[in-house]
């Protein structure tokens, strides 16, 4: 997410990229406990607790104490919360994807040549990208 669209996300709808990330692992995982998410965004228990604290106290999410085993916390979208993750314009990666996959096969082809052509200008083929990008869904179910 660049800068600008952490700010207009923030200004527009009081969400920072880390609360908007946790809702969307919500909104693919109903009812998931705090650990769950904790292992999904790769974030501590105490970093759970505080977003969850957060979105609670606006309104866009509940936690519940588990049917089975009252020690878990069940975290959910409230229907605001749902409503509202809706609203959010998607991420410059998903957008590309998406127009990307809009594209006829040979459009396709041609922007990846380019691209290839491109990084092997720039000597990039040896750059380790992955920690930048981020290839399929969190949840594996999208």
Known sequence: MTETQTRSLAKEFGLTPTQ??????????????????AKEMSVSH????????????????????GEEDRRQAILQLTPEGEALLKAVP???????????????LWEQAFILAALERTASMLDA??????????????????
């Open 20 to 37: 908007l990330l946790f809702m969307q692992v919500l909104s693919a995982a109903p009812r998931a406990t705090a650990s769950f998410v």
């Open 90 to 104: 998607g991420s410059l990666q998903e957008r590309f994807e998406d127009r990307f996959e809009a594209l006829e």
């Open 46 to 65: 105490g970093t759970v607790t505080a977003l969850t604290d957060r979105l609670i106290c606006n309104g866009l999410m509940t936690r519940t104490k």
């Open 125 to 142: 083929s040896d750059i380790e990208a992955s920690p930048i990008l981020a290839t399929g869904p969190l949840s594996g179910d999208r």
